[in-house]
């Protein structure tokens, strides 16, 4: 199944109890329709799970949109305050970046005042947000 939306948050890393790590974020969805001659827009949250590698994280910022491939599912529980709480969990098996970071990006380092420049001087990944990938890179 795919599904496509924005991201809330930024995406999070964390570990199960067996110290498993995973990639979670929020998505949400928006469904706009005509009813009466009226627009109405509604928006549904679903939970994101990716297991393959938390190397996406830093990718994965508020604001942008996402296409994901993979399953759903839906959780029932009880709160700390005993109501009871539902939710939509998606189980991603593939990535597509859609729109680049939302974020402002930092800016850039000066160069060294060296003309010399060697290999221990270049930084091995760039300061920018989104690493310089552009819309619609996969990850899977």
């Excluded at 994901?68 to 939710?87: N, P, Y």
């Excluded at 005042?113 to 899977?140: C, D, H, I, M």
């Amino acid at each position: 199944m795919e599904i496509t939306g924005r991201l809330v948050a930024d995406a999070a890393v964390r570990k199960t109890n067996n110290g498993r790590e995973v990639t979670g974020f929020r998505l949400a969805i928006n469904h706009r329709y005509v009813s009466g001659g009226e627009r109405v827009e509604e928006t549904t949250y679903v939970d994101c799970a990716y297991w393959r590698t938390t190397a996406i994280a830093p990718y994965l910022t508020k604001g942008m949109i996402v296409e994901l491939q993979g399953r759903m599912s839906a959780s029932a529980w009880v709160s700390k305050d005993g109501e009871l709480r539902a939710g939509l969990n998606f189980h991603t098996n593939e990535i597509n970046l859609l729109t680049g970071s939302a974020k402002k990006e930092p800016e850039q380092e000066k160069p060294a005042q060296n003309s010399r420049t060697n290999s221990t001087n270049r930084r091995a990944v760039s300061n920018k947000p989104n690493a310089g990938l552009q819309p619609s890179k996969q990850f899977n």
